[in-house]
Structure formats: structure tokens, C-alpha cells
């Protein structure tokens, strides 16, 4: 199959638009049209429907969107891998969530950088369930999870802990007064928000809720409020424009290092383990 296809496939179901999608692939809309039949043809199902001049994915068409995307990504692996045998380097696709990537994840790929010069970098951010089939899939060598991969082909390691601390713009806010009023919600896992359900059960909606700490960093820095929220995210500004609330829990966050069993890539993973371990989270 012509990758093309699936990029143009991609091209439309994001844009929703046979036109802006040329114009994003500097192809004219017949020929975005041309590919897109050509695919359907090799298929043989309808990919896309269109309703009151609204282009919708069929039942078929969203089936295909993560296999398309999942062989998009393998074969960038596979052209970097084979590129990169000329230079003697290794491939690591390292993969986390969005949270992860703002905790800790930033400061393990500089790490790597510099302790391991001969491994070129894949970074991605996708769910929990994403990194998952992806790891399965091959086309991620290495996910950091807050909980482990339940699946039988992968290891889960736990190799570090994330240390969330109740981050408030008011020096004066109480645990309970920064729960009832002004309270954004930054997606840590499924774990967390059972801890904080226990800690605080009488807690109100927050008035905002994202899977990025720097989302919600931001969001109090301009607004004012609370948030539960990583040291090394914070450091720089404690005791000036952010306070960490005395009477309220350290939360701990597991963190696991996932990886396939039979991966040819261990030693490398090993090393990266070693890395994310040495970055542990926390005031000194």
C-alpha cells in the first residue's frame, strides 16, 4: 500500500475537508479525492459519509484511524533505524503522558542526551491505552505509566514516584479552603483521584480540569487558586508567587517503566531506567 494514502486518509479526517487538506498536502482537491477512492477501492468499504455538507468518518473509516496512524509510526521507526545504522546509533522511541512529560520527562531526555550520545530520540505523548498498543505494537521501545501495562507481553518496572504537592497562589489557604474555591484538577491517574476523594470528600467541582500541569500552573499563576502540582515545577517560584499549603497530603505517584519482554533494545532501556530512577522528584 502506498503510505501516501494513509497520510491523505489522516490529512482529511483531521481537517474534515477535502480542500483544506490539499492545501495542507500542496495537492490539488481532485487529487486528494483521487487518493482517497483509491484507498476505499483497495478496502472495499466507504471511509468517509457526508451529511448537510459535513464530512464524517464512516463505522470503517474510524477503524482504520489508529492502524493507519500505528503504520505511519512504524515507518518512520523503520526509515530512522535504517538511516541510522550508518552512524552506529541506536533508536529509542520513548513514549509517557502528557502529565509525565512535564513531571519528569523533559529533564530524562536531556539526560539521555548527554549520558548516551550514540541514542537518537523518539519522544510521543499519547494515554495510557495508547502507549500501551503501541508498546505491543512495536512502534514504542520504552512508555513511562503511572500504572502498570496489565498484558502479558509487557514488563512494568516501577522505577520512580512522583511527588505532588498542594500548590496555592494565597499564602493563607487551608487545605480545605483551596478544595472548596479555586481548584484546578490536573489529571494524575486513577490512583490519585482516590486519594484525594479520601483526603478531601467534601471537595467541590474545581474550575478547571486538564491532563497538563503547565496548564494548570499557568491558569493560578494569572487567576489565583490551588492545584495539586510537581516540585520540580514549581521550584523556582515558592516562597514568591506560589506557597506550598502546609496542612495538606504529599500525594505519591508511582511511576512505571514499561517495556516489551522480548525487546532487542534492553540495554538501552536498562540505561534509560537507571536515568529515570536518578531524577527522582522531591525538594532536596
Not at 16 to 36: C, D, P
Not at 210 to 227: C, M, V, Y
Not at 244 to 271: H, M, T
Request: with cysteine; proline share 3%; hydrophobic share 45%.
Amino acid at each position: 500500500m502506498d503510505i501516501d494514502l494513509l497520510k491523505t486518509f489522516l490529512e482529511v479526517k483531521h481537517t474534515r475537508h477535502f480542500g483544506k487538506a490539499a492545501e495542507n498536502l500542496y495537492l490539488t482537491q481532485a487529487a486528494v479525492s483521487a487518493r482517497i477512492k483509491q484507498l476505499e477501492m483497495l478496502l472495499d468499504v466507504a471511509l468517509f459519509s457526508r451529511y448537510r455538507n459535513n464530512l464524517q468518518l464512516t463505522v470503517s473509516g474510524e477503524r482504520l484511524v489508529k492502524h493507519a496512524e500505528s503504520i505511519l509510526l512504524a515507518w518512520d521507526l523503520a526509515r530512522q533505524d535504517v538511516a541510522l545504522i550508518k552512524e552506529h546509533k541506536t533508536v529509542l522511541a520513548l513514549g509517557a503522558t502528557s502529565g509525565l512529560w512535564d513531571l519528569l520527562m523533559m529533564a530524562v531526555l536531556q539526560e539521555i542526551h548527554v549520558v548516551l550520545p550514540d541514542v537518537a530520540l523518539r519522544a510521543e505523548s499519547y494515554s495510557h491505552d495508547q502507549l500501551a498498543r503501541m508498546l505491543l505494537e512495536r512502534t514504542l521501545d520504552l512508555g513511562l505509566l503511572y500504572e502498570p501495562a496489565k498484558v502479558s507481553e509487557l514488563e512494568s518496572v516501577p522505577v520512580s514516584h512522583a511527588e505532588l504537592f498542594l500548590i496555592s497562589t494565597d499564602t493563607d489557604k487551608t487545605a480545605q479552603d483551596c478544595m472548596t474555591a479555586g481548584y484546578v484538577a490536573v489529571d494524575w491517574g486513577y490512583a490519585f483521584d482516590v486519594a484525594c476523594r479520601k483526603h478531601f470528600p467534601e471537595a467541590q467541582l474545581p474550575v478547571l480540569h486538564t491532563t497538563q500541569a503547565r496548564i494548570a500552573l499557568e491558569f493560578i499563576q494569572k487567576n489565583g487558586g490551588s492545584a495539586y502540582l510537581p516540585y520540580r515545577l514549581v521550584a523556582q517560584e515558592l516562597g514568591r508567587s506560589l506557597f506550598v499549603v502546609n496542612d495538606a497530603p504529599i500525594v505519591l505517584r508511582p511511576i512505571y517503566a514499561c517495556f516489551r519482554k522480548d525487546s532487542e533494545k534492553q540495554d538501552v532501556i536498562e540505561k534509560t531506567m537507571a536515568i529515570v530512577q536518578s531524577l527522582s522528584q522531591g525538594p532536596k
